[in-house]
């Protein structure tokens, strides 16, 4: 088959799709392991049947909803590639607010030699690596209770190379970090998806993206209180925490760090003008 006529295949078989001919060309160029504009420049190439077959289980599996970025195994991100793998929460875009908000907040103590910040709920590693890239005396410590989550962090520090900087612990919440430690900043995209809204999400999202990382209890704010409640012991007197949040939960996270000492509170909103993050100071 030549490339034009995959790409109509694909566009036909994944036509429920938000862009079923880019997809489609981002999977032949997986397969072929060429990028997309050779795809688009070679439209009248044959492909070697076997590739075809690879190709079309891969379109078929797209069918059926499986997430696309699991198929090409990486996700772009901060302007970077990330891995992904099945297992772990695929990266949103959203998320590039909390990394700007965070920015901010530490904009005055980027070159502090011993600055020090903790992630809660590692997943594939973009917040921690995303941070590290952009200040370099920063050294993390990132925890997530998913195995897959861990070694795929591990994968992309050492892709991004930062793993000098970046300690990975399989821990729950603060349960194996030292009261020693005195962070500038906690930060977490916590699971926030109220339980009863889990079996609403579209097809992708709640049958193969974990449970673990969407589940955010019965109100959707379980690890925003127990996040908020525990860490008290592990940050310094001038540090803040920074979460991402759902759209409609800025309020009531903003009460729960008001209730625990944390009187200095922000949000900040994502491109579609909803309320996306909320950082909580001591002081």
């Known amino acids: 088959m030549k490339i034009k006529d995959i790409i109509n295949y694909g566009v036909a078989m994944i036509k429920n799709t938000e862009s079923p001919s880019l997809e489609t060309q981002m999977m032949i160029a997986k397969v072929i392991e060429k990028d997309r504009l050779y795809i688009m420049l070679n439209l009248e190439e044959d492909i070697d049947e076997s590739k075809v077959e690879i190709i079309k289980t891969i379109i078929d599996k797209r069918k059926n909803s499986f997430p696309l970025q699991y198929i090409l195994g990486e996700r772009e991100f901060w302007g970077m590639d990330f891995k992904v793998s099945e297992g772990v929460l695929i990266p949103r875009q959203d998320t590039e607010i909390l990394i700007e908000e965070t920015l901010k907040k530490l904009k005055d103590n980027k070159h502090k030699s011993n600055l020090k910040g903790f992630e809660i709920g590692v997943g594939s590693g973009i917040i921690s690596i995303t941070l590290l890239k952009e200040i370099e005396t920063l050294t993390m410590i990132g925890v997530d209770i998913n195995d897959k989550a861990i070694e795929l962090t591990k ?28 962070f500038d900043f906690i930060i977490s995209n916590p699971p926030y998806i109220e339980t009863k809204v889990i079996d609403s999400l579209q097809e992708d999202i709640k049958q193969h993206e974990p449970k673990l990382a969407l589940d955010g209890g019965e109100d959707g704010l379980d690890f925003y209180r127990a996040i908020i409640e525990q860490s008290k012991s592990y940050i310094s007197p001038e540090g803040f925490i920074a979460f991402e949040i759902g759209y409609n939960q800025a309020e009531a996270v903003k009460k729960i760090f008001v209730e625990n000492g944390y009187p200095n509170v922000t949000i900040a909103k994502d491109l579609a003008g909803f309320d996306r993050v909320v950082i909580g100071m001591i002081i």
Do not use: T
């Open 155 to 182: 994968a992309n520090a050492l892709k991004h190379e930062v793993s000098d900087r970046l300690c990975i612990l399989n821990s729950n919440l603060f349960e194996k970090i030292n009261k020693e430690n005195q």
